[in-house]
């Protein structure tokens, strides 16, 4: 039943209704004895004898309380009258980052301050022993100070058993009280996938999630989508989201690193902590933030001492774009040639010489080839450069198109129809992708793998923890395919043959 305006609650008189949501109606009321507005949630009348909301209400309380954070919503009090259980909490003018969404994706200027921010107050929540469970876009409240955290009504409190007569500890973390009959706390649409299937949580669930909001922050879009419940999980424990740069192409491609490893369906492959996510994103922020966007704060006086700086600077940019010049267009002695040959052991014999057979380090310190021992199958084999002993690596049968990645320490590879990877220090070879029919691929080190496939006739590319792969390039007109792809320094920009009609190739 809905409160009516000007009823008390203790101190609290209550102004007018806010919203609802599934753990609370929210409404605007004044502090009698303070003057000052504040916003007071109330457990539901026709949910108030249901045990596990009221014990989940409770718990929010505890939660919210054991914190103290600029970028999450304070509690104030916590009340009981008239059967009504009660939060008091910090009123918040604003919009949540949900009702921004319906405008379109954030500035990426935005997106970047917005998720320092939230990763911060998670990184505090963590800290304490709590995570979110239901973090998404309409929990976070966009506010002139900067975005808050909102609805720690599903949080999970870990339990602390060093400390047996702390009341906090007493509190439920995932009991029959609380999960009763398979519940699945939070919202469907950004849940981590051990939310799904019922296992423990921890701080990387928020991470994930984390993942999920900053994903549509930066592209409008949800990270997760499907027709139906059934088909919605599905992708969430199946499939990756297209990579942000495929729907907004101006992101730094490190900001796509992130977010990818955020929604990892393993919590051992996501980031660990917030607060080591909190550092990449600001390494982000710092290393793509113009100083032109700046605003200028100076006086007078330092303006006009920084443009003479500016002028002074102008002068020796000019005598060094001279001298480099000068430098650029000097006679340069022509490099030596080095030739050597590599003998393979007694019993080898090198094989799938129409493709690449050997692959070179990025260090030039070893090289890996394929090889036969006598009638064997074919493998992968490396060794160093002042070496003569050659290690077979396992689980590389049948490899063909070796290629290493670009610290030197995994060997990508194509064999029954997968592109593959394997550490070179040993271990299993882990499947990335299906690839029939390869044609080449190049590792680059922005942790996409581009590859060619005559199925596909554009290049593809995938992230190197796997996933599904997106068309890198398209065919112009008079092309057939494209294939035998290989990243330039900086991976801007990627090298290829081009075929044609009449077989003509390019590149």
Known sequence: MAILSGKRLGPYEILSSIGAGGMGEVYRARDTRLDRIVAVKILPDHLSDRAELRERFEREARTIASLNHSHICTLYDIGHQDGIDFLVMEYLEGETLAERLKKGPLPLDQVLHYAIEIADALDKAHRKGVTHRDLKP???????????????????????TAAPNNSLSKLPTADAAITAQGTILGTLQYMAPEQLEGKEVDARTDIFTFGAVVYEMATGKKAFEGKSQASLIAKILETDPQPISALQPMTPPALDRVVRRCLA??????????????LEMKSIQEGGSPAGLSMDRTTPARRQWTKMLLWSAAVLAACAVVGLTVWHFRPVPPRPVTRFTISLPA????????????????DGTRFAYIAAQGSGLPQLYLRAMASSDARPIPGTEGATDPFFSPDGQWLGFFTGGKLKKVSVSGGAAVTLVDALSP???????????????EQAAVLLQVSDAGGTPQALTHLEEGETDHDWPEFLPGDKTVLFAASGDAHSRSL
Do not use: C, H, Y
């Not at 090198?350 to 692959?359: C, F, K, N, Q, R």
């Not at 044609?439 to 496939?453: D, L």
């Open 138 to 160: 309409g929990n976070i409240m966009l506010t002139k100070s900067g975005s808050k955290l909102l609805d720690f009504g599903l949080a999970k409190l870990r339990q602390e």
């Open 439 to 453: 044609q080449g691929a190049s590792w680059g080190s922005q942790g996409m793998i581009a590859f060619g496939s």
């Open 265 to 278: 369906k393993d919590p051992e492959n996501r980031w660990q902590t917030a607060r080591d996510l909190e």
């Open 347 to 362: 019993g080898q014999r090198l094989v799938g010489l129409d493709t690449p057979a050997i692959a070179l380090s990025p």
